[in-house]
Nanobody
Framework: QVQLVESGGGLVQPGGSLRLSCAAS????????MGWYRQAPGKMRELVAN?????????YYTNSVKGRFTISGDTAKNTVYLQMNSLRPEDTAVYYC????????????????WGQGTQVTVSS
């Protein structure tokens, strides 16, 4: 019932920039948080950035991306963005967006929903 559609990945040179987008649609009553994860070959999936509200009242970044990446949201569109600047080869990974959402007002807790993933490759 809930679908997340990602876009914005691609190939970029070191030092370049990309902006990822993730739009949520379907039977959504409320959203508790949205975030971005990534998984590189041979490594575990890690949380990159998280936003507790689409009005940007709380954000979190993992240490390796602080000062380079910015997460933001648009409440009217149920969309979360990840602006990535000063990209490095070690940022190469598949990036997944995630939301914690309720589909009805009677759910005790929200559930996790995942996007399909978008490839980000940083290489010269």
């Amino acid at each position: 019932q809930v679908q997340l559609v990602e876009s914005g990945g691609g190939l970029v040179q070191p030092g370049g920039s990309l902006r990822l987008s993730c739009a949520a649609s379907g039977s959504i009553f409320s959203i508790g948080s949205m975030g971005w994860y990534r998984q590189a070959p041979g490594k575990m999936r890690e949380l990159v950035a998280n936003i507790a509200s689409l009005d940007n009242t709380y954000t979190y970044y993992t240490n390796s991306v602080k000062g380079r990446f910015t997460i933001s949201g648009d409440t009217a569109k149920n969309t979360v963005y990840l602006q990535m600047n000063s990209l490095r080869p070690e940022d190469t990974a598949v990036y997944y967006c995630n939301i914690v959402a309720k589909t009805t007002r009677w759910e005790n807790t929200g559930k996790n929903y995942w996007g399909q993933g978008t490839q980000v490759t940083v290489s010269s």
